[in-house]
């Protein structure tokens, strides 16, 4: 891997798009490519940004490590893309015939276990991130704060994953002196 040539924006954009797909689509192995973050943590890329007509362009890092984050937190605050089960029943009865209804709830359940496969990758990625020490634990503890807010079953299944994945790690006599305080009046 020291062969690799990540020397502009686009690569790197690239290398992080392609890293957090593979991670969100295949939990099973968030394991292994938050390692691979940790290895990538170390490149940063120059971007140029031009301040003014006139002046000079300014140069500034881009970050893996900003970046990678960036998206997991987009990911994580997207709004969730599959109707509520009253939309779905509405979308499903605007069919005019039993086939055209049976197709409807196919893909709407098809999108809805997408959506959700992808929440909950996402939200394994992010804890093995935090494993790894390249999330704080003021951000682990935002993320639960905001699925237990949420009360929907997909949120409640996120905070568990996301629990079983960093709790024990979350369990240390450091984060007991703020012991639950963070869940209470976060």
Known sequence: MM????NSEERLLSVIDLIFE???SEPSFSVAYANLCLYFVQF???V???SDAEGPPVITNLSFRKVLLTRCQKEFEKEKEIPTKQKMQELIN???TEEEKAAKKEELDMQEFTARKRSLGNINFI???FKLNLLTEPIMHDCMMKLL???DPESLECVC???ATVGKALDVPKAKVNDVSWLLYG
């Open 127 to 129: 804890g093995e991130l």
């Open 44 to 46: 940063k890329v120059a």
């Open 22 to 24: 593979k991670a969100v």
């Open 94 to 96: 605007a069919c005019e």
């Open 3 to 6: 062969q690799l040539d990540i």
């Open 48 to 50: 140029g940004e031009q």
């Open 149 to 151: 807010k949420s009360n």
């Open 161 to 163: 994953r996301l629990m």
